[in-house]
T-cell receptor, first 115, second 114 residues
Framework: DTEVTQTPKHLVMGMTNKKSLKCEQH?????MYWYKQKAKKPPELMFV???????INESVPSRFSPECPNSSLLNLHLHALQPEDSALYLC??????????????FGPGTRLTVL | DQQVKQNSPSLSVQEGRISILNCDYT??????FLWYKKYPAEGPTFLIS?????DKNEDGRFTVFLNKSAKHLSLHIVPSQPGDSAVYFC?????????????FGQGTTLQVKP
């Protein structure tokens, strides 16, 4: 089983709203990732969590706030977003073997529209 | 600086024939390469990978070839099927950096015609 689930599938929010994206995996993976993908572009890494600790923040604006409450869950809290933040947000997870991240498996994504 | 490049934005192939998708990279420190397939409005699906210590990896209809001296890899799909029509992303990672940071190419849209 290589399933990563994400909720919601679609989200429309105003610039003053606060919302959260959720990601879950039960593969025992200890690394989890958030990516952002704009149309006709490759996924761009936002954050990496390794063993529930934030290990990489790719200079993402503070209006995006990640959280990893346990080894199976990853959240992305959104506040005061801009219309240009509209994109497909992808979660991924990977096994960590001897401190090295293995193949990343992606969820289906959340299609976010900011009005 | 685009470290992973897929120079062909699109490719059209007849069903049953071979599809060859190409990828070039510039960073010689990359030591692991992956191909993902993506349908619209879905997340990328892992297809096949190859370590830099190998030059070929095969999984069913999919074969990935790596030419380290040319910094080039290719994905061969034989025989191609209409269900293979999707965007294919090449990705590279420097495993030894322990960051887990995948670098993706721009993607190639494959259309397999019945």
């Amino acid at each position: 089983d290589t399933e990563v689930t994400q909720t919601p599938k679609h989200l429309v929010m105003g610039m003053t709203n606060k919302k959260s994206l959720k990601c879950e995996q039960h593969m025992g993976h200890r690394a989890m990732y958030w990516y952002k993908q704009k149309a006709k572009k490759p996924p761009e890494l936002m954050f990496v969590y390794s063993y529930e600790k934030l290990s990489i923040n790719e200079s993402v604006p503070s209006r995006f706030s990640p959280e990893c409450p346990n080894s199976s869950l990853l959240n992305l809290h959104l506040h005061a977003l801009q219309p240009e933040d509209s994109a497909l947000y992808l979660c991924a997870s990977s096994q960590v073997v001897a401190g090295v991240s293995d193949t990343q498996y992606f969820g289906p994504g959340t299609r976010l529209t900011v009005l | 600086d685009q470290q992973v490049k897929q120079n062909s934005p699109s490719l059209s192939v007849q069903e049953g024939r071979i599809s060859i998708l190409n990828c070039d990279y510039t960073n010689s420190m990359f030591d692991y390469f992956l191909w993902y397939k993506k349908y619209p409005a879905e997340g990328p699906t892992f297809l096949i990978s190859i370590s830099s210590i190998k030059d070929k990896n095969e999984d069913g209809r999919f074969t990935v070839f790596l030419n380290k001296s040319a910094k080039h890899l290719s994905l061969h799909i034989v025989p191609s099927q209409p269900g293979d029509s999707a965007v294919y992303f090449c990705a590279a990672i420097r495993v030894t950096s322990n960051t887990g940071k995948l670098i993706f190419g721009q993607g190639t849209t494959l259309q397999v015609k019945p």
